[in-house]
T-cell receptor, first 111, second 111 residues
Framework: NAGVTQTPKFQVLKTGQSMTLQCAQD?????MSWYRQDPGMGLRLIHY???????DQGEVPNGYNVSRSTTEDFPLRLLSAAPSQTSVYFC??????????FGPGTRLTVT | GQQVMQIPQYQHVQEGEDFTTYCNSS?????IQWYKQRPGGHPVFLIQ?????EVKKQKRLTFQFGEAKKNSSLHITATQTTDVGTYFC???????????FGTGTRLQVTL
């Protein structure tokens, strides 16, 4: 039982490049979400999903796309990377008891 | 939108001293959760409080949910170096599916 996994662990992008951050969970949780964490800003919700085929925007969705074709996977796409998207990205899934489990994170630098 | 503030932002204590962090929401919450994040790690779920005035204990940690369900606190008795990290509260408001995280309190414990 791996919990929530994220790849890659580290990534460096040039401005304007696109990429996908992968997230998978093996706990059969319906609810999954993406956060970004910046120093002094806490965790800010980017997008979330309450089940396969259903996604919604969080607090800071601009510049990011998500899709949820299966219960297990919830990838986050950066359409055209900008230096302001340099951050640590966490994926999380939530149990029916509202307990949220986080992945190990992806540290992204955009130059 | 909903805002969740935490104070203090940072606290440095000597091992054995007590520590308290406070969480205040701009709106009434249906539940509040607490997470701990070690340096370089990911947030880990600690506990969830649902009822007005609820108090829960985990060994040296005591969590309280305010009577008005707009504030919460985490108290650590006799801190240890293993308590080092950032403590976040996160609130769920009404029927919303989005958790809003506080800005976190970073705890440093020295011998």
């Amino acid at each position: 039982n791996a919990g929530v996994t994220q790849t890659p662990k580290f990534q460096v992008l040039k401005t304007g490049q696109s990429m996908t951050l992968q997230c998978a969970q093996d706990m059969n949780h319906e609810y999954m979400s993406w956060y970004r964490q910046d120093p002094g800003m806490g965790l800010r919700l980017i997008h979330y999903s309450v089940g396969a085929g259903i996604t919604d925007q969080g607090e800071v969705p601009n510049g990011y796309n998500v899709s949820r074709s299966t219960t297990e996977d919830f990838p986050l796409r950066l359409l055209s990377a900008a230096p302001s998207q340099t951050s640590v990205y966490f994926c999380a899934s939530m149990s029916l008891l509202w307990e949220q489990y986080f992945g190990p994170g992806t540290r992204l630098t955009v130059t | 939108g909903q805002q969740v503030m935490q104070i203090p932002q940072y606290q440095h204590v000597q091992e054995g001293e007590d520590f308290t962090t406070y969480c205040n929401s701009s709106t009434t919450l249906s539940n509040i959760q607490w997470y701990k994040q070690r340096p370089g790690g990911h947030p880990v779920f600690l506990i969830q409080l649902v009822k007005s005035g609820e108090v829960k204990k985990q060994k040296r940690l005591t969590f309280q949910f305010g009577e008005a369900k707009k504030n919460s606190s985490l108290h650590i008795t006799a801190t240890q170096t293993t308590d080092v990290g950032t403590y976040f509260c996160a609130g769920l408001a009404g029927t919303a599916s989005k958790l809003t995280f506080g800005t976190g309190t970073r705890l440093q414990v020295t011998l």
